[in-house]
Every structure is written in structure tokens, then in C-alpha cells.
């Protein structure tokens, strides 16, 4: 079940991010540094704002829809009465933040960060909602429309000469799009609590669940999306926008690849594993846990190595001249620090989220928040975005580290060491295939390294047996009617 989510979620993340990737090829040629720097300092604030406002309910929804299923519609409306508010709430911040400062590039931002913020945070709850009902089809659906309007809007209006701006009009109306992607009948469930709202289908024991589960995650959220915009800043502030927008575009490669593939097994597993251990417990849910250990190393391991090894000629294809060169040297550490960070998130976090022991994830991430910062301060002076890369690497790596150790004391989720070294190996092997043509540029260069890499390392996973590839293989082919070909 696992793998057939895993695959209708790979196409429901992969086409969006190849729409992403597109649109940063785009944006890179049309817009200078400075620019760009803009636009991903405003995506940073808007990614604070949506945790500390609504990330709660997002998480809330994903975690315990299976829980409240016979009550599904009071549920449901809770959580939209309680967006609302926080809609409202926000609206309250920004007309006071407008009022306390005197900042022109604020007064023209914010307007437009608010409205992105509503309409974000309202696809977002739509798509949270999908995922949990476990129909990635509906998801898939909401994400293309999303990632497909935001691109057709956003290159327009920059082709029109509106700049950073242009592209956050456009991610506007991505967001918008997604919603009204799905058909009523498809969220039905969420369309009836949403006409609902106006009725007395408001429960504070409800409400007062998912703060308690969701607010220590608001915390932790809150403090990676610092971990991971803070550089930014600091760099904008240190030596300037530009510096921040090159470093941006070596983060969000990172995030379109690495990042995709491994919220896609995230996306696949997480829920299936909740599931089980509502009706199970762990014994339940080990089989989809040690499914998704192994993805999530399987995948995150070679896509991580090949990435920094190729890295010159990724960021030449995909990005302008003007952020080629800084995004290639930053980016072999970022996906070391990406691939630390997703291997906690996406995995050894699950023992405070599935105890319900949150807190423990705001202590780690209040800790590598620190580290973050203070290195940052340190290394960005002397070594500039580099620094600030190696700072996030060591912040990540304490993150994983303290979360595999306290995290073990709750809930001791199953470790695969020796599928692990099997995966290692294989990547071994890729990296030996790939070693001679890491010099070779130029997109078709870049296609013929990325299929003899995955060729070399699906080989070497049949010939190591990784996760009995060999047994399942004959098992689907024993499925298939005779004469079927």
C-alpha cells in the first residue's frame, strides 16, 4: 500500500517540482540577485507567519482525522472557525506592523505577504486534508494546478516588468487555483463543514486537542523555519540582498530536488504509519516504519551524493550566469545539511509525534536554532554564504543527533543498519559510474549523468538484494494474468 502511495505521490510532487524548477530557470534570467533576494526574504517571513498562525491546525488535521472519524463534521468545522480566527489575528499583526514602522519596502510588501498568506493558508489546509484522507490523486491534482497558475502568472508579470512582486502575485493565484481544482464531490467532507461554519459546529474540547498536540509543533516548526530562513537574512544584513538571493537559489534547488523526493515518502508513509499505530499500536505500525526508514535512506542518500557531485552543471543548466557559480559552491553543503534535516523530520521525530511527546522537538530545534545563529554570526563575516551553509549543516547534524537519542527513550522506532549499508554501497557504486563525467556541462550532459547514475545504482540495488528487491520483483510479475505482456 506504501508503494503504490508512494507512487501516486510522485507524480503529485514530481510535477510540480519540475514546474518549480522551471520557474527558477525562468526567474534566475529575468530578475537580478537583488531582486530575487526579495522575493525569497518575503517567502521567509511568509513561512514564519504560516507556522506561528497556522501550522497547528494543518498538523492537527493531518494527525488525528482518523481519530475523530465518527465525528468527522464537528472536527472538521473546528478547525475552520479556528482558521478564521487566525486569519483575522494575522490581519491584526500586520496593520500593527504597518503602523509601528516606517520601512517604504515594508509598506509596499506586506499588503501583498498578508494576502498570499490567506489564500496560501487556505491550500494548504485543502491539501493537508487530501493527505489524510489518503486520495493523492486529489492532492496531485491540487499541487499541479498550484505550482502550474503560479508559473504562467508569475512569469508574466515579471516578463511585464513587475519584479519580485510579480512573482508572489503569482503564487497568489496558484494557491487560489489549487483549491477549486478538486471537485466538491471530491472533498466533500471539507465543503459541508466549510457550510457549516455559520452553524454551532464549533467544539472547544476539540479545539483544545489540537492546541495542546499542536502548539509545542508550532514551536518546533516555527524554530526550523528560523533555522532555515535566518541565514538569509543575516546574510542580506551582513553583506546584502544579493548575497541572500544567490544563497536562496543554491536552498531552493536543494528543496525542488532532495526535498521533493523525500516529502513524497514522507507524504506516503507518515499517514499509513498513524493509522496503524491508532489501531495497533508499534507493532502495527513497524512494517510501514521500516518501509519508510528505508526509503527515505534509499532515496536520500544517492540523490544527496549525486547532487553534490554534480553540482557545477545542475546549477549551470537550471540557474542565470549571475547565480551559477556562488549556487554551485554552496550547494554540495546544502544537501548534506537538507538530507540531515529530512532523516529527522521525516523519520527519527516520528517517536515525539507518535507518543505525543512534542515538546522534546521544540527543546532539539530551540537548540539548533542557536547553534544556527551563533555560527552564522561567526562564520558569515570571514566565509560568507559558505559560512552560512556550513553553519546550517551543524545545526542540522545536532538536530538529527538529539532526536535519535531522546527520541529512543520514548519510542524505539526500528533501525535498519544493514538495508543502510547495502544503500551505502549501491551509492558507492553510482558515484563510481558518475566520478568521470562529473567535469562533462551542458543539459544533455546533465541527462546522460542522471540516467547512468540511476542506471548504475538500480543495479547495484538488485545485485545487494536491498530491501528483497529481487523476491518482491518476482512477486509483482507472479501477479500479472498470463499471456500479459
Not at 563510481?432 to 547512468?452: C, F, K, M, N
Request: net charge positive; with cysteine.
Amino acid at each position: 500500500m506504501m508503494l503504490r502511495h508512494g507512487l501516486a505521490y510522485l507524480a503529485a510532487r514530481g510535477l510540480p517540482a519540475l514546474l518549480n524548477f522551471a520557474a527558477l530557470a525562468i526567474y534566475t534570467r529575468l530578475l537580478a540577485p537583488e531582486q530575487f533576494g526579495i522575493y525569497a526574504m518575503v517567502l521567509a517571513g511568509l513561512g514564519i507567519a504560516h507556522t506561528a498562525f497556522l501550522s497547528w491546525l494543518d498538523l492537527g488535521l493531518l494527525r488525528f482525522l482518523a481519530a475523530y472519524e465518527v465525528r468527522r463534521g464537528t472536527f472538521l468545522g473546528t478547525i475552520l472557525i479556528a482558521f478564521l480566527a487566525m486569519l483575522a489575528l494575522a490581519g491584526l499583526a500586520s496593520l500593527l506592523a504597518l503602523w509601528l514602522t516606517s520601512d517604504p519596502l515594508l509598506d509596499r510588501l506586506l499588503p501583498l505577504g498578508f494576502l498570499l498568506f490567506c489564500v496560501e493558508g487556505f491550500a494548504e489546509l485543502h491539501l493537508r486534508l487530501a493527505n489524510a484522507q489518503l486520495t493523492p490523486a486529489v492532492y496531485g491534482r491540487m499541487a499541479i494546478t498550484r505550482a502550474l497558475v503560479a508559473l504562467a502568472v508569475g512569469s508574466a508579470l515579471v516578463v511585464a516588468g513587475a519584479g519580485a512582486e510579480g512573482i508572489l502575485l503569482g503564487l497568489a493565484a496558484g494557491a487560489v487555483a489549487a483549491v477549486v481544482a478538486p471537485t466538491r464531490r471530491e472533498l466533500g467532507s471539507l465543503w459541508s463543514a466549510w457550510r457549516q461554519v455559520a452553524t454551532p459546529v464549533f467544539d472547544p474540547a476539540v479545539l483544545r486537542h489540537l492546541f495542546l498536540y499542536g502548539a509545542p509543533l508550532v514551536v518546533t516548526l516555527g524554530l526550523d523555519v528560523v533555522l532555515a530562513g535566518a541565514d538569509r537574512f543575516l546574510l542580506a544584513r551582513v553583506i546584502g540582498t544579493d548575497a541572500a538571493g544567490v544563497y536562496a537559489v543554491g536552498y531552493q534547488l536543494t528543496a525542488y530536488t532532495l526535498g521533493t523526493l523525500l516529502v513524497i515518502v514522507n507524504l506516503a508513509g507518515y499517514p499509513l504509519a498513524v493509522k496503524a499505530f491508532e489501531t495497533g499500536g508499534l507493532a502495527a505500525a513497524e512494517p510501514y516504519l521500516r518501509q519508510n526508514a528505508l526509503l527515505l535512506w534509499g532515496i536520500g542518500l544517492p540523490a544527496a551524493c549525486g547532487m553534490g557531485l554534480l553540482a557545477p552543471n545542475i546549477t549551470a543548466v537550471v540557474t542565470g550566469s549571475a547565480f551559477a557559480a556562488d549556487a554551485a559552491l554552496v550547494m554540495p553543503v546544502l544537501v548534506l545539511a537538507a538530507l540531515l534535516q529530512r532523516c529527522r523530520t521525516y523519520y527519527f521525530d516520528f517517536a515525539f509525534q507518535l507518543r505525543a511527546k512534542v515538546a522534546w522537538q521544540a527543546l532539539i530545534s530551540a537548540a539548533t536554532v542557536i547553534l544556527n545563529i551563533g555560527l552564522n554570526l561567526l562564520l558569515i563575516p570571514r566565509f560568507g554564504i559558505l559560512g552560512a551553509a556550513w553553519a546550517t549543516v551543524a545545526a542540522c547534524g545536532l538536530g538529527l543527533a538529539l532526536s535519535i537519542v531522546i527520541g529512543r527513550r520514548l519510542l524505539a522506532l526500528p533501525l535498519i543498519w544493514g538495508e543502510a549499508l547495502r544503500v551505502c554501497l549501491a551509492t558507492t557504486v553510482m558515484l563510481t559510474a558518475l566520478w568521470p563525467l562529473r567535469e562533462l556541462s551542458g543539459l544533455l550532459a546533465l541527462v546522460l549523468q542522471i540516467v547512468l547514475g540511476g542506471l548504475a545504482y538500480a543495479a547495484a540495488l538488485w545485485l545487494l538484494d536491498v530491501g528483497g528487491l529481487r523476491a518482491g520483483a518476482g512477486r509483482l510479475l507472479a501477479r500479472q494474468p498470463a499471456g500479459h505482456t
